[in-house]
Structure formats: C-alpha cells, structure tokens
C-alpha cells in the first residue's frame, strides 16, 4: 500500500509540475505580448533585392492566384523575383506559370519535401538576391509586406517572420486553426520578442539573408518541420529572430476534421523527434555559454500542445474536484486548488491572446468544436511513429462550409 502510496504522489508530483510550468509559461508570455516590443533603430537605409520562394506540391489549385498575388507589392519590383518552386504539377497550370513574369523551377523528387525544394532552387536560381522570403502555395502576402520586411533589415536583423493571418473561416476547424494561429502569434511571436526572446517561425512568411539561409538551409534535410530544424540551428548560433506584427501574410486554414488531424499528428511527431535531438544540448548551451533563447526552443519542442494543454488540463482539475467530492478524506496528495489555478492561467492566457475581431457568434460555434479537435490530437499521440519520416500533403483551396 505505501508503494501504491508513493508513486501515486510521484505521479501527482510530476504532472503537476509538467502543466503547471506549461501553464505559467504561456501565461508570463502572453501578458507580455498585451505591450510593444522594444524597436531597433534603422541603421541604414538599403533596398535589397529579394527572391520570394514559393515551393509547392500538386497545388495546381491555387498556384496561379497566389503567382498573381506575389506580383503585386508596393516594393520596387526591379528588386524583387517571384520565384514558383513546381513540384508535380499539371502541364496547363505549367503553361499558365509561364505567361507570368516569374521564374518558374521545376523539380521532382522520389520522396517530396520542402527542404530539398528550397535548396534546389536556390542552386538553380544563382546568388544575386540579398533576401530569401519564403511562402507557402497558399499565401498572399499584403501589398507592403516585402516593404516592411525590408524595413527590419535595414535595423541590422537577418531573419524575420511575418505575421501569417487566417485567409479563410469558412468551417468550425478553420476558425479553430485560425485561433491557434493568432494565440501562437501572440505568445511564441510578440510576447516572446517584448522579453527580449526570438520569435518562432512558422514555416512560411519569414525572410532570411540569402546567403545565410542557403548556407544553413544546406544543412537541412527534414521531412517534416523543417522550420523547427532550421529555428533551433539558428538559435544555437544565437541568431536573433525578429516578428513584425503588422507585416501581414494571408494563410488558408485547414478546413476539414482529417486534415487537422494529419497536420498535428506531423507537427507534434516533429516536436518529439527535436526534443530527443537537441534535449542534451539544450542543457550544454544553457549551463556553458548562458545561451537561454535556445533552450526556451527546446523546452517548447516538450511543451504540451495549446489544444493538449487546455483540454488536459482541465480533465485533471475535474477529476480533482470528483475525488474531492466524494472521497473528503482527500486520498490526493496535491491540494486541487493548484490545478484550478493552473486551468485558470490557461484559459486567461489564451483569452488575452484572441484578437478582439474573433469575439463573436461564429467562434462561440466553433469552440464547440474543440473537444473533437482534442479527441483528435490525443489520439495522434498514438499514432506519431514514422509520422516525421514521410511527407504528408496538406491539399489546399476553400471548399464549401460543413
């Protein structure tokens, strides 16, 4: 009975301490992003030329929209190449890339990924560029996005991510996504940078210094993540990451149940195979050169999900309140009263992260949703084997609401 006994408040012990640190960290990170950043002075005055890469996988969809749209900035556009990465598209869609005043790459791999797209193109397309913008095949940049983007350059930064915004809400899943996205902005992104922090990456609408980024790129081969490969890289190195805020890039937001689930499933199975991997130089990094932002990225790779973290936790704090109930006794050994803090810093974490537009009648709706997106991605963590290892295409292009 006092084994029982013991690795019961073991158990308790540690869960406790796994959420709630988790729940703290993004409460401190998401009052901090309520306040503005501190602003670098510019420095020089340069426009540099930019090659805004597009790699794409069978978006035969959208391709051509978002090759129109990239044309279309406020910046000089002597001094900026939009630059389609095409990998297995149709002969017309190729026929109709080609009209445009663009550089059309065509590639073609026997395992797809986006890595091997970029550093391909990168070979074929030379090293006349002083910026390397990345974008997804769904993305739309705003007018003065590559303008801005210049801007942080030009305050002595060599990478920076955009703000990627939700270009559509047409299904409970994609307001749901949408939301996930403004939290993580609002927490990884601006808060962290108001602390003197780096801003995560996303994947997409962020900028490099071209050579750098080819230079590192090189040395990047995932399949999955790649831009959590490339971040902790980055950070290693102890390269600062700025987050403009207003610098907008329109993203499309999964709008199906079973895409959610597969795009979680290879984002939490990338997570865990970059923990295992850094982990051990994480704690080196911190305790021999004080190198802090990148062990806040490596903490992150273990951190419970937003979604996990919420849900999670509040299953926890209810089954403290039934045990309480109806055993006064108190069989717990940790006072039910921390997991309601806890669940309490959560949900006023993620309240303060919400933008003020995303208070109304659809959200309400689509917040029923959430605990079949929880179902869904507590079930993933089943299923994460070799979810890292294969390439999982995520078909872009608004359907109609469910």
């Known amino acids: 009975m006092d084994v029982i006994r013991s690795l019961t408040t073991a158990l308790e012990i540690l869960f406790l301490g796994y959420f709630g640190f988790a729940s703290i960290y993004v409460f401190v990170f998401s009052v901090a992003g309520l306040f503005r950043p501190k602003q670098r002075n510019t420095i020089n005055s340069k426009q540099r ?43 017309e869609t190729l026929e109709k890339l080609k009209e445009l005043p663009i550089r059309l790459v065509e590639v073609s791999f026997e395992k797809s990924t986006k890595s091997k797209a970029l550093n391909k193109a990168m070979q074929v397309i030379g090293d006349q560029y002083h910026v390397a913008l990345i974008l997804d095949a769904d993305n739309i940049m705003e007018d003065d996005f590559v303008h801005k983007i210049n801007e942080a350059f030009n305050q002595g930064y060599k990478v920076v991510q955009g703000h990627r915004v939700a270009k559509n809400t047409n299904t409970a899943f994609a307001i749901l996504d949408a939301l996930s996205e403004e939290i993580n902005n609002h927490i990884f992104r601006k808060g962290h940078r108001v602390l003197g922090f780096s801003s995560a990456l996303i994947g997409s609408g962020m900028a490099f210094d071209y050579y750098f980024f080819k230079h590192t790129m090189a040395h990047v081969n995932a399949v999955g993540g790649f831009d959590k490969e490339l971040e902790l890289k980055l950070l290693k190195n102890r390269t600062k990451i700025e987050y403009l805020h207003k610098a907008v890039v329109l993203d499309e937001k999964v709008q199906k149940s079973e895409v959610f689930a597969n795009q979680r499933k290879r984002w939490l199975s990338a997570q865990f195979v970059y923990f295992g991997r850094y982990f051990v130089p994480g704690l080196k990094e911190l305790f ?112 109609n609401p469910q």
């Not at 926890?316 to 109806?326: A, E, K």
């Not at 959560?346 to 309400?364: F, R, S």
């Open 49 to 91: 030329k930019f090659a805004v890469l597009i790699p794409g996988y069978k978006e035969d969809n959208v391709i051509v929209e978002v090759a129109q749209k990239a044309l279309q900035q406020s910046y000089p556009s002597h001094l900026y190449e939009v630059v389609i990465i095409a990998d297995s598209f149709q002969p």
């Open 288 to 399: 021999t050169r004080g190198n802090i932002d990148f062990f806040d990225k490596v903490y992150q790779m273990v951190s419970p999900p937003r979604v996990l973290l919420l849900g999670l936790t509040a299953m926890i704090s209810i089954s403290y309140f039934v045990i309480n109930w109806g055993y006064p006794t108190n069989i717990l050994i940790i006072p039910a009263m921390y997991w309601y803090i806890a669940l309490g810093m959560i949900v006023l974490a993620y309240a303060l992260a919400v933008p003020k537009a995303y208070y109304n009648k659809q959200t309400l709706g689509a917040l029923l949703t959430l605990p079949k997106a929880f179902v869904l991605m507590f079930l993933s963590l089943f299923k994460l084997k070799g979810a890292n290892k294969k390439f999982i295409h995520t078909q872009h292009g608004t359907i």
